[in-house]
Nanobody
Framework: QVQLVESGGGLVQPGGSLRLSCAAS????????MGWYRQAPGKGRELVAR???????NYADSVKGRFTISRDNAKNTVYLQMDSLKPEDTAVYYC?????????WGKGTLVTVSS
């Protein structure tokens, strides 16, 4: 089994920054992709950023230039640095691990951008 535990959400003012972390444990294979998705109130879940174990990252157009995804393979941890936050970034952020045709999800962490 795989467990994903997110941390780092909270309340931040517009223009501020937050860093999310997600630690994966359990049966983790060396070839995988980790990413962050988000779901705003009344909306569907959408991809924010994704990073494979090797290869290039990809970002949603709405966060390009503001968010940065990175990972520490030795720790099976993925990070999301969020800068220049906007009210429309308010959502529950979910960590995702994709490996061997399976998707695993964390429980989510709430990010609220408000003055």
């Amino acid at each position: 089994q795989v467990q994903l535990v997110e941390s780092g959400g909270g309340l931040v003012q517009p223009g501020g920054s937050l860093r999310l972390s997600c630690a994966a444990s359990g049966s983790i294979f060396s070839i995988n992709a980790m990413g962050w998705y988000r779901q705003a109130p009344g909306k569907g879940r959408e991809l924010v950023a994704r990073i494979p174990s090797s290869g290039s990252t990809n970002y949603a157009d709405s966060v390009k230039g503001r968010f940065t995804i990175s990972r520490d393979n030795a720790k099976n941890t993925v990070y999301l640095q969020m800068d220049s936050l906007k009210p429309e970034d308010t959502a529950v952020y979910y960590c995702n691990l994709h490996q061997r045709f399976m998707d695993y999800w964390g429980k989510g962490t709430l990010v609220t951008v408000s003055s």
